[in-house]
């Protein structure tokens, strides 16, 4: 059984120092509530624990287990991070709670006080410049080679991961590190792969990615986002089509020349988002370095 | 696109020296030596020779670690291989190299050989993955591959470094485990500068442009993923499928003056066979992308003058004195060497485009050779290539997931 949303009231006393608690998006099993500590704005994040509804199910344990393991990986790798890039952790350190009978993992990160790009792509605005599209792909880059020094792979890089800052020196900020993989870890996965299948990158389709994945699923996800934010318009998916249509274009259907959109884009750039939306993994170029010295405005 | 002399026996001395020959005309950028028939001292010295007349020349040394695996049979022909000149180089069995340790010590004795003479860049040894790219061939090929940077470092030069992949044309056949060990290979944490690419093949004894497609479209795939990911590929015994490879990103071709030089194959190193004959001389017409026989040209070039490709080494088959017979094996290598070079001018590598256009034209004008009366070619001259290039050239665009 999944445990219930919880109201801020309930969070209040659980966590007394943060002022203002209210909550500000939800999603899946993760509650996100805004409050301030000692004037600083952070966010808590409260992740629904299900109970087995059989205490004897070993599926239903698992899957238990298994929640509250991604929480503890997400955790352990933004303790680990010191991109600027990466959204980083707030007061609260991870705890389990018991809270009215039911068990939440909260903790909290830093408040980043921008939209996503997401909401910037649906509000149909004006079009980044290349000298922005450009630092869009540079910090997730940068973000990209934080996490994969680790062997990690973020497996959910799409516009409404990144936020847009004011603050120069960090434009955009990933965050949710969710379902992110490791290479040298057990999987702990067992309710099949989980994605976003608009923003799937081909090799996640097979049914044995755990033997070759690795940071060029972020590669192919980065150059989604760039061009998805540059463009206005996903390079592969439409909005009327349905997850298996949805899929099947991310398998077989070539992207659209950026160029096609973004005429105003220098040829190179273009060139390179599109070498990156390539179906094979070898056929991305995987020098991190190199790749963050064309994003050099 | 560059391109270099395969270097092997009978390479000839002074004015006879096929190599300095090649880079004095400015036919080749530089060659690769083989030690199995050149004695270190003359490969030192030729090297030494290059060094000097030609500096900008790049002096390359395979070290045909791949015959390793043959080395045990005493029947084999190893050449100066198994002489005192190469001290890195023993026979090996297939599971000695399956230990990572091996591998490492083995890389060591071959890298610190090369430090020691005067190469522009180091090849790392490899061994030929049979059949397919999941081979327990192919598990110690990349451990080859993972290790060859760390010792390279270790031996303490500075000098670029490839490393030697070599694969059964069959292995580039299968286009699922192709792409998985290009995906493993192009990410590594201590990469190589690049890599020398040798398709085996069972024998040298067949033409070099006469290449299955689906290895054709495998090898310039393997060309176009590495250099996309930064690696420099020089791929040996190319001989004409070097622009095709350049095109597809590929930096440099070599090719010879034997057929042992324009194909790779073990075959050079098994056991001989009774008979073999003397070659005729051949003419490399960049308009029919293939060689004829010298007394092809003679009869064909009244006719068709456009077969000629118009550069310096037309002059080598004179038709009035010998019947289009070239004087001697440096005129014709020498030729090869000017046409092959002429389908990348300035050295700009090809693009795909170029290639089609290469075999449209070369369908179309062996469809009027051989609409003319008495004037078909056949055997190793026919077009049957072309059908080849062109699936090949297709396949590949449709594996590199360009538009073609």
Same mark, same amino acid.
């Given at each position: 059984?999944?445990?219930?949303?919880?109201?801020?009231?309930?969070?209040?006393?659980?966590?007394?120092?943060?002022?203002?608690?209210?909550?500000?998006?939800?999603?899946?099993?993760?509650?996100?509530?805004?409050?301030?500590?000692?004037?600083?704005?952070?966010?808590?994040?409260?992740?629904?624990?299900?109970?087995?509804?059989?205490? &004897?199910?070993?599926?239903?344990? *698992?899957?238990?287990?298994?929640?509250?393991?991604?929480?503890?990986?997400?955790?352990?790798?933004?303790?680990?991070?010191?991109?600027?890039?990466?959204?980083?952790?707030?007061?609260?350190?991870?705890?389990?709670?018991?809270?009215?009978?039911?068990?939440?993992?909260?903790?909290?990160?830093?408040?980043?006080?921008?939209?996503?790009?997401? &909401?910037?792509?649906?509000?149909?605005?004006?079009?980044?410049?290349?000298?922005?599209?450009?630092?869009? /792909?540079?910090?997730?880059?940068?973000?990209?080679?934080?996490?994969?020094?680790?062997?990690?792979?973020?497996?959910?890089?799409?516009?409404?991961?990144? /936020?847009?800052?004011?603050?120069?020196?960090?434009?955009?900020?990933?965050?949710?590190?969710?379902?992110?993989?490791?290479?040298?870890? &057990?999987?702990?996965?067992?309710?099949?792969?989980?994605?976003?299948?608009?923003?799937?990158?081909?090799? /996640?389709?097979?049914?044995?990615? *755990?033997?070759?994945?690795?940071?060029? &699923?972020?590669?192919?996800?980065?150059?989604?986002?760039?061009?998805?934010?540059?463009?206005?318009?996903?390079?592969?998916?439409?909005?009327?089509?349905?997850?298996?249509?949805?899929?099947?274009?991310?398998?077989?259907?070539?992207? *659209?020349?950026?160029?096609? /959109?973004?005429?105003?884009?220098?040829?190179?750039?273009?060139?390179?988002?599109?070498?990156?939306?390539?179906?094979?993994?070898?056929?991305?170029?995987?020098?991190?370095?190199?790749?963050?010295?064309?994003?050099?405005? | 696109?560059?391109?270099?002399?395969?270097?092997?026996?009978?390479?000839?001395?002074?004015?006879?020296?096929?190599?300095?020959?090649?880079?004095? =005309?400015?036919?080749?950028?530089?060659?690769?030596?083989?030690?199995?028939?050149?004695?270190?001292?003359?490969?030192? =010295?030729?090297?030494?020779?290059?060094?000097?007349?030609?500096?900008?020349?790049?002096?390359?040394?395979?070290?045909?670690?791949?015959?390793?695996?043959?080395?045990?049979?005493?029947?084999?022909?190893?050449?100066?291989?198994?002489?005192?000149?190469?001290?890195?180089?023993?026979?090996?069995?297939?599971? %000695?190299?399956?230990?990572?340790?091996?591998?490492?010590?083995?890389?060591? %004795?071959?890298?610190?050989? $090369?430090?020691?003479?005067?190469?522009?860049?180091?090849? =790392?040894?490899?061994?030929?993955?049979?059949? @397919?790219?999941?081979?327990?061939?192919?598990?110690?090929?990349?451990?080859?591959?993972?290790?060859? @940077?760390?010792?390279?470092?270790?031996?303490?030069?500075?000098?670029?470094?490839?490393?030697?992949?070599?694969?059964?044309?069959?292995?580039? $056949?299968?286009?699922?485990?192709?792409?998985?060990?290009?995906?493993?290979?192009?990410? #590594?944490?201590?990469?190589?500068?690049?890599?020398?690419?040798?398709?085996?093949?069972?024998?040298?004894?067949?033409?070099?442009?006469? +290449?299955?497609?689906?290895?054709?479209?495998?090898?310039?795939?393997?060309?176009?993923?590495?250099?996309?990911?930064?690696?420099?590929?020089?791929?040996?015994?190319?001989?004409?499928?070097?622009?095709?490879?350049?095109?597809?990103?590929?930096?440099?071709?070599?090719?010879?003056?034997?057929?042992?030089?324009?194909?790779?194959?073990?075959?050079?190193?098994?056991?001989?066979?009774?008979?073999?004959?003397?070659?005729?001389?051949?003419?490399?017409?960049?308009?029919?992308?293939?060689? +004829?026989?010298?007394?092809?040209?003679?009869?064909?070039?009244?006719?068709?003058?456009?077969?000629?490709?118009?550069?310096?080494?037309?002059?080598?088959?004179?038709?009035?004195?010998?019947?289009? #017979?070239?004087?001697?094996?440096?005129?014709?290598?020498?030729?090869?060497?000017?046409? +092959?070079?002429?389908?990348?001018?300035?050295?700009?590598?090809?693009?795909?485009?170029?290639? @089609?256009?290469?075999?449209?034209?070369?369908?179309? $004008?062996?469809? %009027? +050779?051989?609409?003319?009366?008495?004037?078909?070619?056949?055997? @190793?001259?026919?077009?049957?290539?072309?059908?080849?290039?062109?699936?090949?050239?297709?396949?590949?665009?449709?594996?590199?997931?360009?538009?073609?």
């Amino acid at each position: 059984m999944q445990p219930p949303k919880l109201p801020p009231s309930d969070l209040t006393p659980v966590f007394p120092h943060f002022r203002g608690i209210h909550e500000i998006g939800f999603g899946g099993f993760k509650t996100v509530y805004k409050g301030t500590v000692g004037g600083v704005s952070e966010v808590l994040k409260v992740i629904s624990i299900p109970a087995p509804d059989d205490p &004897t199910d070993k599926d239903q344990i *698992r899957f238990q287990e298994e929640c509250v393991a991604r929480v503890r990986r997400e955790v352990a790798i933004l303790s680990r991070c010191h991109s600027p890039f990466m959204v980083k952790l707030g007061s609260v350190p991870l705890a389990e709670h018991v809270i009215n009978d039911f068990t939440y993992s909260i903790y909290s990160e830093e408040f980043l006080d921008g939209p996503d790009l997401w &909401t910037l792509i649906k509000a149909k605005g004006a079009l980044p410049t290349e000298g922005e599209a450009k630092q869009l /792909m540079r910090c997730l880059l940068e973000a990209i080679k934080e996490i994969w020094a680790m062997r990690f792979i973020h497996r959910d890089i799409k516009p409404a991961n990144v /936020m847009k800052l004011a603050d120069p020196y960090r434009p955009f900020v990933l965050i949710d590190l969710g379902i992110a993989f490791g290479l040298l870890e &057990t999987g702990i996965t067992i309710q099949g792969v989980p994605r976003t299948n608009r923003y799937l990158a081909p090799e /996640m389709a097979n049914p044995n990615f *755990r033997s070759s994945l690795d940071y060029r &699923t972020d590669l192919y996800t980065t150059a989604l986002t760039v061009f998805e934010y540059s463009a206005g318009k996903h390079p592969i998916a439409e909005d009327s089509d349905d997850d298996m249509r949805t899929i099947s274009r991310a398998l077989h259907q070539a992207a *659209r020349p950026l160029q096609t /959109m973004r005429p105003d884009f220098s040829p190179a750039f273009c060139q390179l988002i599109d070498q990156l939306l390539k179906k094979k993994p070898s056929l991305r170029p995987a020098n991190l370095d190199w790749l963050i010295a064309q994003t050099e405005i | 696109m560059k391109l270099y002399a395969q270097q092997g026996y009978g390479t000839g001395t002074g004015e006879n020296d096929r190599i300095t020959a090649g880079l004095a =005309a400015g036919y080749i950028q530089g060659a690769i030596i083989s030690p199995k028939d050149f004695a270190r001292d003359r490969a030192v =010295a030729l090297m030494e020779q290059m060094q000097r007349d030609f500096p900008n020349a790049d002096r390359l040394f395979d070290p045909q670690w791949y015959a390793s695996i043959l080395a045990h049979d005493p029947d084999c022909r190893m050449g100066k291989l198994v002489s005192d000149d190469y001290s890195y180089f023993e026979a090996r069995r297939r599971p %000695q190299l399956e230990s990572e340790a091996q591998v490492r010590t083995d890389l060591e %004795q071959c890298l610190s050989f $090369q430090a020691d003479i005067p190469i522009t860049a180091a090849i =790392a040894p490899g061994i030929v993955i049979r059949q @397919r790219f999941n081979s327990n061939e192919a598990v110690i090929a990349k451990n080859f591959v993972r290790n060859a @940077r760390q010792v390279w470092t270790a031996v303490g030069d500075e000098r670029p470094l490839y490393v030697t992949l070599a694969m059964d044309e069959e292995a580039l $056949q299968d286009r699922q485990a192709l792409e998985e060990f290009l995906a493993e290979i192009t990410i #590594l944490d201590a990469p190589p500068d690049g890599f020398y690419l040798l398709v085996h093949n069972t024998t040298s004894g067949i033409d070099p442009e006469l +290449i299955d497609p689906r290895t054709l479209a495998g090898w310039m795939l393997m060309n176009h993923s590495l250099n996309l990911n930064g690696f420099r590929v020089i791929n040996g015994y190319s001989d004409i499928l070097t622009p095709f490879l350049a095109a597809a990103g590929g930096a440099a071709g070599a090719t010879g003056w034997f057929n042992t030089q324009k194909v790779f194959s073990l075959d050079r190193f098994s056991p001989p066979t009774p008979g073999g004959r003397r070659p005729v001389y051949r003419y490399l017409s960049t308009r029919l992308l293939n060689s +004829i026989k010298f007394d092809e040209l003679q009869l064909l070039r009244g006719r068709f003058p456009e077969i000629l490709n118009g550069l310096e080494t037309d002059q080598f088959y004179d038709p009035d004195e010998k019947g289009s #017979l070239p004087d001697s094996q440096l005129q014709e290598i020498l030729q090869t060497w000017e046409s +092959i070079s002429s389908f990348a001018p300035d050295g700009l590598s090809p693009k795909l485009s170029a290639c @089609r256009g290469w075999i449209e034209t070369a369908i179309q $004008q062996y469809e %009027q +050779i051989n609409f003319s009366p008495g004037m078909r070619l056949t055997g @190793r001259s026919n077009g049957d290539h072309l059908d080849s290039l062109k699936d090949g050239l297709k396949l590949f665009a449709e594996l590199a997931e360009v538009d073609f």
